[in-house]
């Protein structure tokens, strides 16, 4: 059983950077696909970005592709999503998952309780 618990979310300025974190409170993170969603208020949950096991293998919803970078430290049984010139449409609860494999689908095993990223203009 693994619980996840992310961190990082505020509130930021339009055109400025956070670092959001996910880590294992309970078991080990190293041999599952990792993921972040998130959900606007009255959207549907979305696909954000993926990274393998290994994290040679990453992919990025075209929102956020060269602005996020995702990352992980199997050491530090962590992942990490670096969101750089955040626009007010990125503003949503972000959610980490874990899986067998890393997807764009929602078919993960575990989910942590998100964290809210806000961004003002």
């Known amino acids: 059983q693994v619980q996840l618990v992310e961190s990082g979310g505020g509130l930021v300025l339009a055109g400025g950077s956070l670092r959001l974190s996910c880590t294992a409170s309970?078991?080990?993170?190293?041999?599952?696909?990792l993921a972040w969603f998130r959900q606007a208020p009255g959207k549907e949950r979305e696909f954000v970005a993926t990274?393998?096991?290994?994290?040679?293998?990453?992919d990025y919803a075209d929102s956020v592709k060269g602005r996020f970078t995702v990352s992980r430290d199997n050491a530090k049984n962590t992942m990490y999503l670096q969101m750089n010139n955040l626009k007010a449409e990125d503003r949503a609860v972000y959610y980490c998952?874990?899986?067998?494999?890393?997807?764009?689908?929602?078919?993960?095993?575990?989910w942590g309780q998100g964290t809210q990223v806000t961004v003002s203009s």
């Open positions: 309970r078991g080990s993170l190293s041999n599952y696909g």
């Open positions: 998952a874990a899986g067998s494999a890393a997807s764009r689908d929602h078919s993960y095993d575990y």
């Open positions: 990274i393998s096991w290994t994290g040679v293998s990453t």
